[in-house]
């Protein structure tokens, strides 16, 4: 089956206004951006919402790049083309940059928002994992105002997420603090292909110590893998190869990859070693200002 069942349309003309329609139509509506992700689940039948209300209208008030002081806020309607452009993320998170170089390809790219990725909550998706390394905290709003939540809470299972009926993903914030560093690997199959394995690292250095650091894996679990024994493992350590070996280590030990067409699951363990040394290795550069 190639073609969705029957919906309604409506085209929001304000932030207020969508989320009054997610209210009032309740849990078989859904929001469109991109549609890239929700499309396709349509085509197919995995998803079959009795409405669709579209956001592209919004852009402005939910399409932004800006530092708040102390922050980075990113609307949630941000393409991944600004996203992969913003020299304010390239500046303070590269690792936003590494990651929409190997997302797709540009028709994707030009279409596709920060915050449908995030919502999908595809365990194969770059931007769940980036998110979580730098500590992303994800705004939600509903009619009875909005709520901050970390990004180890907004994703709660596979393709489910914190933001709950009648409430709509409004921004995504990024603290702020010196000494950072950030870098994202991945390995596909082929260009813009989904990963086989994928890290997130973000690393902050204070005198020669890793002082903070997070850490997120892609396709290697049933939702984003945070690794947050191998985040204990570095901080408070001088940044060595020896160390990130370790913290590679245990990215193996903490994952849990299923086998299927992209590889096995041994083969997957061993990636998310590989990948979590290389990706805490170029954050640390970064940080200290000695990438080559």
Known sequence: MQTPASFDYERATSVEGAIASLARLGPEARVIAGGH???PMMKLRLAQPEHLIDINDLEAELSYIRDEGGEIAIGA???????LKSELLAQHFPVFRDAEEVIADPVVRNRGTIGGSLCQADPAEDLSAVCTAVKAKAVIRGTDGQRVVPMDEFHV????????DGELLTEIRLPLF?????????????????AIAAASAA??????TIHDVGI???????????????????RGKPPSEELFQQAGQVASEDCSPMAD?????DYKRHLAGVLTKRALSRATARALKQEA
Not at 178 to 194: C, I, L, Q, T, Y
Not at 203 to 208: I, L, N
Not at 216 to 234: D, I, M, P, Q, Y
């Open 157 to 164: 299972a596979p393709y489910m997420t914190a933001v709950n």
């Open 37 to 39: 992700s929700l499309l």
């Open 203 to 208: 690393v902050w250095v204070d005198r020669s």
């Open 261 to 265: 067409g992209r590889g096995p699951v």
């Open 216 to 234: 997120g894996l892609s396709a290697v679990g049933l939702t984003t893998v945070h690794l947050k024994r191998a985040e204990e493992l570095l």
């Open 178 to 194: 010196p000494g950072a560093g950030s870098a994202h690997e991945k390995v596909e199959r082929r260009a813009g292909d989904w």
């Open 77 to 83: 309607l941000t393409r991944h083309v600004d996203l």
